[in-house]
C-alpha cells in the first residue's frame, strides 16, 4: 500500500502582467521619477482623449449649419447672451459657435495631421536610411546628398513649396477634399530626413556586427536581414525623433493653416482657429484667438517635453 502524496501547499508564484513588467522596468521608474514627464504625459493623452472622444464631450457641433444661431455670437465666456441669454466655457465666435466645441473638433484635425505626417516621414526615412546604410556606394551618396540639400532650406518652405505644387495638380472640385492628404504629404516629405540620417548611422554600426554576417552566411536576403535583425536595433532614436517630430509636426500644420495654405475652411484646425481669432483681437473679442492658441501651446509642449524625457531615459550615456 503506497502512501498518498502530501498536498503542496506552498504559494504558486504569481506571473507579472505586461502592465506591471513595464512599470518596473527602467523607463517606467525613470518616468515616475520625472514629474517634467508625468504632468507632460497627463496633459497630452488628456488632450487626445479629448479631441478622440469630441463628438462626446463638445456641447455642440460647431460646423453643423442648422445647429447655429448668429445672435450668440461674440458671446464671453461664462457671460450669458444679451439676446439668447445663453452661457458658454469659452465663449463663442462671430459665427456663434462654442470656442471650446471647435477646438475640439479642431484638435482631431491637427492630431491627425500630425500622427500622419510623422508616420509618413518615419516610414519613409527608416526605408531610405536602411537601404543608404547598408547598401552604401553610389545608393548612398544620392539619398545623404539629396537629404543634405534638404536640409539646407527650413522645413516649412519645404512644407510650402511641396503644398503648393500638389495643390496644383490637383483638379478644383477636389482641392478641398483632398487639402487634409496633401498637407500630411507635405509635412511628411519635409520630414523624413532627420529619420534617415539616424537610421542610416545605426546602420553603419549594425552591419558590421557578427549577427549580421551569421544571417548572410546561412543565406539571408539583404531585405530580410535590413527588416529582420538591423530595423529592430535601430527603433529607440527612431522613436525618440517621432515622439519631437509630433510637436514639430502639429505646430508645421498650424503655421500652414494660420497662413490659408493648410487646413480648408471646411474643416478648421488649431492653426485655422488662430488665423480667424487674429482678426477679432484688437477688436476686443480676445477669447476668439486665446483659447485656440493656449490649446496649440499646451499640445505641442507637452509634446515635446516627453520627447526630451525619452531621449534623455533611452540615452545609455546618462545611466
Not at 20 to 41: E, Q, T
Not at 66 to 90: C, R, V, Y
Request: aromatic share 10%.
Amino acid at each position: 500500500m503506497t502512501d498518498a502524496p502530501l498536498p503542496d501547499n506552498r504559494p504558486t508564484e504569481r506571473v507579472p502582467s505586461a502592465w506591471s513588467r513595464a512599470w518596473d522596468s527602467d523607463l517606467g521608474y525613470a518616468f515616475r521619477h520625472s514629474p517634467v514627464a508625468m504632468v507632460s504625459a497627463i496633459a497630452a493623452v488628456t488632450l487626445i482623449l479629448a479631441a478622440i472622444f469630441a463628438p462626446l464631450i463638445a456641447p455642440t457641433n460647431p460646423f453643423d449649419p442648422a445647429s447655429l444661431d448668429l445672435m450668440n455670437g461674440f458671446t464671453p465666456p461664462m457671460q450669458p447672451n444679451a439676446f439668447t441669454s445663453e452661457s458658454f466655457l469659452m465663449g463663442t465666435d462671430d459665427q456663434g459657435r462654442d470656442v471650446f466645441s471647435t477646438i475640439l473638433f479642431g484638435m482631431r484635425i491637427s492630431l491627425f495631421v500630425g500622427f500622419a505626417a510623422v508616420l509618413f516621414a518615419m516610414v519613409l526615412g527608416i526605408i531610405l536610411g536602411l537601404i543608404s546604410g547598408y547598401f552604401g556606394g553610389w545608393t548612398e551618396t544620392i539619398i545623404m546628398r539629396a537629404a543634405d540639400v534638404q536640409l539646407t532650406f527650413p522645413s516649412i518652405l519645404v512644407a510650402m513649396l511641396i503644398f503648393g505644387i500638389a495643390k496644383g495638380v490637383t483638379p478644383v472640385e477636389y482641392r478641398d477634399q483632398m487639402a487634409i492628404w496633401v498637407l500630411i504629404l507635405a509635412i511628411g516629405l519635409s520630414d523624413w530626413v532627420q529619420f534617415a540620417r539616424v537610421v542610416r548611422g545605426a546602420t553603419l554600426v549594425e552591419k558590421s556586427k557578427d549577427y549580421v554576417a551569421a544571417a548572410r552566411l546561412i543565406g539571408r536576403r539583404p531585405f530580410s536581414i535590413m527588416i529582420r535583425h538591423i530595423l529592430p536595433n535601430v527603433l529607440s532614436p527612431v522613436l525618440v525623433i517621432a515622439t519631437i517630430s509630433l510637436a514639430l509636426a502639429i505646430i508645421a500644420e498650424a503655421t500652414l493653416s494660420f497662413l490659408g495654405v493648410g487646413a480648408p475652411p471646411t474643416q478648421p484646425s488649431l492653426g485655422t482657429l488662430i488665423r480667424i481669432g487674429q482678426g477679432f483681437l484688437f477688436s476686443g473679442e480676445w477669447w476668439i484667438l486665446f483659447f485656440p492658441a493656449c490649446t496649440l501651446l499646451i499640445l505641442a509642449l507637452s509634446v515635446n517635453l516627453l520627447g526630451d524625457w525619452l531621449r534623455d531615459a533611452l540615452n545609455p550615456r546618462l545611466k
